[in-house]
């Protein structure tokens, strides 16, 4: 493990509060990719970046954010106008556009009430 | 945009009997086909994955089979053992991997000892 970090484990927040949530990575990877995992919904994407200061949106991106100032950081902003913000938050890492694997992080889990 | 499906939801065999999960795509431009283990509490990790132009691929005990006219691709354990138990995904995407993946449902797969 290791590798790709992510910050908190564990998030609480009140509803209609923003909320960032962290990924980092030390391997040297161009891309990098956050997920959110419902249980029976398998991962779906939020948000991608191939380089820095680029990004594109994935199947569920409203109501989420990001940024990618640095190539080790893409960090997922959780905005109030996200219905259903309850989730498990995965960020993944692949090394550049010749390799096919993808390195996830640990996780964040996020609740709002 | 591609819609994974997954199949069986949950799966429980014995103990050295053989486990198969089935996925279909509905984009036929897909052309690789990764398979993703994600044990309780862990985070997902590549286990095998398969392109467009070979019909099978095979890593010990691990097995992808492909049929592109159906859309449809399978993972085969054989010989299972307690520690095969976990969730696993398929996922599909276009030009070898370089654009998203998107995910099936995932299949919960208990090996009964």
């Known amino acids: 493990d290791g590798g790709i970090t992510q910050s908190p484990k564990y998030l609480f927040r009140k509803e209609g509060q923003n909320v960032t949530l962290s990924c980092e990575q030390n391997l040297n990877h161009d891309a990098m990719y956050w997920y959110r995992q419902d249980p029976g919904q398998g991962l779906r994407l939020i948000y991608y970046s191939q380089i820095v200061n680029d990004f594109q949106k994935g199947d569920i991106a409203e109501g989420y954010s990001v940024s990618r100032e640095k190539k080790e950081s893409f960090p997922l902003t959780v905005t109030s106008a996200q219905k259903n913000p309850t989730a498990f938050y995965l960020c993944?890492?692949?090394?550049?556009?010749?390799?096919?694997?993808?390195?996830f992080g640990p996780g964040t889990r996020l609740t709002v009430t | 945009g591609e819609n994974v499906e997954q199949h069986p939801s949950t799966l429980s065999v014995q103990e050295g009997d053989s486990a198969v999960i089935k996925c279909t795509y509905s984009d036929s431009a897909s052309n690789y086909f990764p398979w993703y283990k994600q044990e309780l509490g862990k985070r997902p990790q590549l286990i095998i994955d398969?392109?467009?132009?070979?019909g099978e691929k095979k890593d010990q005990r691990i097995a992808v089979t492909l049929n592109k006219t159906a859309k449809h691709f399978s993972l085969h354990i054989t010989e299972t053992q307690p520690e095969d138990s976990a969730v696993y995904f398929c996922a599909a995407s276009r030009n070898f991997g370089n654009e998203k993946l998107t995910f099936g449902t995932g299949t919960r797969l208990t090996i009964i000892p």
């Open positions: 993944a890492s692949r090394l550049n556009r010749l390799s096919y694997e993808q390195y």
């Open positions: 398969i392109r467009s132009n070979v």
